[in-house]
């Protein structure tokens, strides 16, 4: 099955510098790389995904690459803000199978 | 995306009593999820709720422990049977609508005492 590696665990930067979170996967039919954000006592929630046909996607301050060849994505977020403090999990998935987690960065802004 | 409602939000339960949690979406869904979340630790599946069939559980999960139901495309329910201490966890729900990716419940924390 599908095993997803997440580093690093814990991720600490200055308010307005750049966050980098990243991901390899195992399965190289995997297709589909979703990312959540996690706060405190709440749901995760998706940020962004990105699926095989490309390789990068933006949306305003946070990106994702993905290589298939090296079986890595990595999340990116620009300009960072107090309120982007969370959790963050990347996951991937085959098809119409099971999304496989990663085990999570938690990510602290230091204002 | 779709809504998922999920109850409770948490309870505190005796051990060897057992707890049905409930997911109620306001659209139809293909898949269902349920997975478990150790505080701080990433999320476990537990199985695939599947509509008038038998839940697909994973590796380390049984049917008798966690029974599931899923009578149409949008409820579900996830019971813990004959909890022990170890059985506390959040417990979360999600959906999968076509493309539209996961989407979750608003989690149940379960304390087993």
């Known amino acids: 099955g599908e095993n997803v590696e997440q580093h690093p665990s814990t991720l600490s930067v200055q308010e307005g510098d750049s966050a980098v979170i990243k991901c390899t996967y195992s399965d190289s039919a995997s297709n589909y790389f979703p990312w959540y954000k996690q706060e405190l006592g709440k749901r995760p929630q998706l940020i962004i995904d990105i699926r095989s046909n490309v390789g990068e996607k933006k949306d305003q301050r946070i990106a994702v690459t993905l290589n298939k060849t090296a079986k890595h994505f990595s999340l990116h977020i620009t300009e960072t803000q107090p309120e982007d403090s969370a959790v963050y999990f990347c996951?991937?998935?085959?098809?119409?199978?099971?999304?496989?987690f990663g085990t999570g960065t938690r990510l602290t802004i230091i204002p | 995306s779709a809504v998922i409602s999920q109850k409770p939000s948490r309870d505190i339960c005796q051990r060897g009593t057992s707890l049905t949690i409930q997911c109620q979406v306001d659209s139809q869904v293909t898949m269902m999820f349920w997975y478990r979340q150790q505080p701080g630790q990433s999320l476990t599946l537990i199985a695939t709720a599947n509509q008038g069939s038998e839940a697909t559980y994973e590796s380390g999960f049984v049917i008798d422990k966690f029974p599931i139901s899923r009578p149409n495309l949008t409820f579900s329910t996830l019971t813990v049977s004959n909890m022990s201490p170890e059985d506390s966890s959040i417990y979360l729900c999600s959906g999968r609508q076509g493309r539209t990716e996961a989407f979750f419940g608003q989690g149940t924390r379960l304390t087993v005492v």
């Open positions: 996951a991937a998935r085959n098809g119409n199978e099971k999304l496989t």
